[in-house]
């Protein structure tokens, strides 16, 4: 099994798409300077962050801070918020009855952006 701490933080693809001195930054050098807009994301993020409010309402399972791997693809990281919902063609879950289809869910801050870093992001 390879380290997965060698792995490429999902986190990163956006940061690289945005700016790869922001990037080189933050993932190269751990040069991580805190300020209004970072702080700001960190506090909405505090909720999305938190796997023990993962809930489920009928059809629906929330689960948060959810930690995810590719071994395939070298990547990891941990999604705000992964919807489940009940569906045929999905597939099933340990500990979970039926098959469920999963949704992720990335809270940002602000508007959506013109370019593609975010949807990069999630896709991943």
Sequence with gaps: MPDESDYLLISGIQHF???????????IESAWKENYFTASGALVHTRAHNASLSEKRG??????????????????????VI?????????????REGLWIPFPVEYKRGRPKTHDADRLQLCA
């Excluded at 798409?17 to 993932?27: G, K, P, V």
């Excluded at 399972?61 to 590719?70: L, T």
Aim: glycine letters at 10%; one cysteine or more.
């Design 17 to 27: 798409t945005f700016c790869r001195r922001q990037w080189a930054l933050i993932h």
């Design 83 to 95: 919807e489940f919902r009940r569906d045929s063609g999905g597939v099933a879950l340990f500990g």
């Design 59 to 80: 059809d629906l399972i929330v689960a948060r801070a959810m930690p995810v791997v590719s071994h395939t693809l070298g990547i990891r990281g941990v999604c705000d």
